[in-house]
């Protein structure tokens, strides 16, 4: 009999550590830090994988963040992968939330699915033996289906203090957990490695849509109420399952692994087994600069060059510039990435720190810890190349077909020249095209939209100057995309 199978796809992370490069919104399961996919492209593809005679494979459901949305959707469609869901969490509450509304999603909106197995994983983790992470999970699939909780566990091949660990009680392809254990210190790392019967984890799970819901309502009902509220007060619109955003803001934050896995192995009375299948895929869950560098391909001398980057006399080092040429000579043990608003150089054997970074640019409210230089937005781009007293100057792409929003601004005026494609420009009653080498005026206060009727992506330069330059000068009168003003920064 084959097993249903729902492939739940966590994308709601934030990636601080690699900072300048992962930012809040557009964190690193959106950019390609392994190959030419993205993370999460990596990790949709993967799962891709599993169906086979036994087992009958659903579209993805993805978990992801309110204002990454057209991200996902666009990375999906590069695919051609059609999502079965992407539920959109208003704000960020943990993994267990996010688990818990991939879980009622399958009871209560796959039809004729019986309970399916739930196989889980992060959008921002990479595995290089792809045949050998289908193989553990198909293991993991058949492990599930008797209605037990299954984690995949990675062999350390290092003393690291960044993982938490999962402790077993028997050797083969799937073990019984014995526990888990927090991120140890450096010797106590060096034990486990030692020891043998301790594994990272990965925070990859498979069990029953069921079988999580009720192991959430046995420990912590608190997060299985809250849930279900915010589950019921949902909202459908565009292709996106919106939970209720005020019963969703009082779900307690909380992981899988503190809410419910933790618990099992020292509860078996509560009949919830916990089970671990090894898993020896190349598999690494680039949580900092660190760990880019390990999987990276290196010189010989352990060095690391990526995008514009020339090392001399140095070792060990990892350079990854962006926009411009950027050299080192006689460093060890150095991370420097180059963006075109941000630079960072630390020791790589601290790079867990750049967090602490990122927490001091919110404290100061900087937008380099939220946005890039470039913006992503659904109809394509803009990137602000220069900025002064009075004036911003923005390169702006819109996709064949898109549009933006129609809008005026209170506080400036805009010059449009046209670099490539064709615009059609809406600026109060006038309805115009314009080319290449072309230039149209938008007054202050005058209600306007720019279109591409091309075939080709439309590039413009916008010189904007007025009083105020920010972001959320805008009134928004009709949006393609759905989006109301209070939701999305002008640009939009």
């Given amino acids: 009999m084959k097993q249903t199978v729902l492939p739940v796809v966590m994308a709601g992370g934030s990636g601080t550590r ?54 996902t959707l666009d990375q999906l469609r590069e695919m051609k992968v059609p999502a079965a869901a992407v539920v959109l969490e208003p704000m960020g509450r943990n993994t267990a939330p996010a688990l818990t509304l991939a879980a009622l999603y399958a009871r209560d909106e796959m039809g004729n699915a019986e309970d399916p197995i739930l196989v889980v994983t992060p959008a921002d983790q990479t595995v290089t033996d792809v045949p050998a992470f289908t193989a553990a999970l198909r293991q993991a699939v058949d492990a599930a289906a008797d209605g037990s909780i299954v984690i995949l566990g990675i ?36 034990r486990y490695l030692t020891e043998g019967c301790y594994y990272w984890n990965s925070g990859m799970f498979v069990l029953r849509a069921s079988v999580w819901l009720k192991a959430l309502a046995h420990f912590r ?30 779900i307690p934050s909380e992981s899988v692994d503190y809410a419910v896995m933790e618990k099992c192995p020292a509860e078996p009375k509560a009949g919830f087994g916990v ?12 949580g900092a600069w660190e760990a880019v560098w390990q999987v990276s391909e290196k010189d010989g001398d352990g060095n690391v060059a990526q995008g514009d980057a020339v090392i001399a006399s140095s070792r060990n080092t990892l350079v990854h510039a962006t926009s411009r040429l950027v050299s080192a000579v006689g460093l060890d043990n150095v991370v420097i990435v180059e963006t075109p608003d941000a630079v960072l150089v630390a020791d790589r054997s601290r790079s867990q720190e750049v967090k602490k970074i990122v927490t001091e640019l ?44 129609l809008q005026m601004h209170h506080h400036r005026a805009e010059h449009w020249i046209v670099v490539s494609g064709t615009a059609e420009v809406t600026c109060g009653q006038k309805k115009l095209l314009i080319t290449e080498n072309q230039s149209t005026y938008i007054p202050l206060g005058e209600v306007h939209r720019l279109t591409n009727p091309g075939t080709i992506p439309l590039e413009i330069i916008e010189v904007q100057s007025g009083a105020y330059l920010g972001e959320d000068d805008i009134v928004r009168f009709e949006d393609t995309y759905g989006r109301m003003p209070a939701q999305v920064p002008a640009g939009a």
């Avoid at 299985?224 to 005020?246: H, M």
Wanted: glycine share 8%; charged share 25%.
């Fill in 18 to 71: 690699l900072w300048p490069l992962s930012r809040a919104l557009y964190p690193k399961q959106f950019l390609a830090l392994s190959g030419k996919d993205t993370l999460f492209q990596q990790a949709v593809q993967r799962l891709k994988g599993l169906a086979n005679d036994t087992i009958d494979l659903a579209p993805p459901c993805i978990v992801g963040n309110e204002e990454h949305r057209f991200l």
């Fill in 221 to 250: 009902p608190d997060i299985a109420q809250a849930t279900e509220a915010a589950w019921r007060g949902k909202s459908t619109d565009n292709g996106f399952i919106r939970p209720g955003k005020d019963e969703f803001a009082v």
């Fill in 275 to 286: 089970k671990m299948v090894p898993l020896a895929a190349g598999w690494s869950d680039l």
């Fill in 362 to 405: 919110e404290q100061r409210e900087r937008s380099e810890c939220t946005l890039h230089r470039l913006v992503h937005r659904p109809w394509g781009w803009y990137d602000s190349i220069d900025c002064g007293p009075r004036f911003q100057v923005k390169r702006i792409m819109v996709k064949p077909g898109a549009s933006l929003s």
């Fill in 155 to 190: 062999q350390p091949d290092r003393p690291d203090t960044g993982f938490g660990y999962i402790r077993t009680r028997a050797d083969g392809a799937v073990q019984p957990v014995a526990a888990f254990v927090e991120k140890p210190d450096l010797e106590t790392a060096k």
